[in-house]
T-cell receptor, first 110, second 111 residues
Framework: EDQVTQSPEALRLQEGESSSLNCSYT??????LFWYRQDPGKGPEFLFT???AGEEKEKERLKATLTKKESFLHITAPKPEDSATYLC???????????FGRGTSLIVHP | NAGVTQTPKFRVLKTGQSMTLLCAQD?????MYWYRQDPGMGLRLIHY???????AKGEVPDGYNVSRLKKQNFLLGLESAAPSQTSVYFC??????????FGPGTRLTVL
C-alpha cells in the first residue's frame, strides 16, 4: 500500500525566512510525485510533477526535489502570498489513483 | 476553457434529504474523481471513473452513488444525507499525464 507522510503539519515563517517542506513516501514503483498548492476555500492547484530521483523543478520561489524516499519543497525568501496548504501525492505502477498526504499548512508573516 | 467546474458551491441539507453534485470538465479528460476533504483527514477518494459509462469505488464510497453518462460530466449523489457527510467535496479530472486538475469544491452541511 502506498503511503505519503508530510511534515511538518504546520509551519510559520517570517517573510524572507527560507525553509523546506518534507514529503516522505513508500510506493511500489514510482510513476510520479506531485506537489499541489491549496488556498483556503479553493481546490488544489497543480505545482510540479517529479518522476525520478535527482530531478528538480522550480517555479518562482519554489523548488521541488526528489530522492528515492522523499521529496522536499524548498521555499526561498517567502512572501505572505505564499501562505497556503501544500499537498504532496504519489502515483505508483499502472494506477490512476494517487495517494495524497495530509498537507503542510504554511503561514508567512509580513 | 473553464477547466473543472462544480455545482453547487454551497448547500445545506437536512438529515435524510437527497442531492446531486455535478462536476463538468471541458478538457476531454478520460478519468474523473470525487474526493471529500475533512480537517485533519486530507483528501479521501469516494468514487472514480476511467471513462464514459464506467465507475468504481474509492476509499470511502458508502452513502454515495455516482454516474458518468457523458464523458464531460461526473455526478455524485447522496440518497439519504447524514451529518457525517458534512464536508467539502472536490472533483478532479486527468488524462494519461496523470496530473489531476481540481474543481473549486462544494461545501456541504448536513444538519
Amino acid at each position: 500500500e502506498d503511503q505519503v507522510t508530510q511534515s511538518p503539519e504546520a509551519l510559520r515563517l517570517q517573510e524572507g525566512e527560507s525553509s523546506s517542506l518534507n514529503c516522505s513516501y513508500t510506493v511500489s514503483g514510482l510513476r510520479g510525485l506531485f506537489w499541489y498548492r491549496q488556498d483556503p476555500g479553493k481546490g488544489p492547484e497543480f505545482l510540479f510533477t517529479l518522476y525520478s530521483a535527482g530531478e528538480e523543478k522550480e517555479k518562482e520561489r519554489l523548488k521541488a526535489t526528489l530522492t528515492k524516499k522523499e521529496s522536499f519543497l524548498h521555499i526561498t525568501a517567502p512572501k505572505p502570498e505564499d501562505s497556503a496548504t501544500y499537498l504532496c501525492a504519489v502515483l505508483s505502477g499502472g494506477s490512476y489513483i494517487p495517494t495524497f498526504g495530509r498537507g503542510t499548512s504554511l503561514i508567512v508573516h509580513p | 476553457n473553464a477547466g473543472v467546474t462544480q455545482t453547487p458551491k454551497f448547500r445545506v441539507l437536512k438529515t435524510g434529504q437527497s442531492m446531486t453534485l455535478l462536476c463538468a470538465q471541458d478538457m476531454n479528460h478520460e478519468y474523473m474523481y470525487w474526493y471529500r476533504q475533512d480537517p485533519g483527514m486530507g483528501l479521501r477518494l469516494i468514487h472514480y471513473s476511467v471513462g464514459e459509462g464506467t465507475t468504481a469505488k474509492g476509499e470511502v464510497p458508502d452513502g454515495y452513488n455516482v454516474s458518468r453518462l457523458k464523458k464531460q460530466n461526473f455526478l455524485l449523489g447522496l440518497e439519504s444525507a447524514a451529518p457525517s457527510q458534512t464536508s467539502v467535496y472536490f472533483c478532479a479530472s486527468t488524462t494519461g499525464t496523470v496530473v489531476q486538475y481540481f474543481g473549486p469544491g462544494t461545501r456541504l452541511t448536513v444538519l
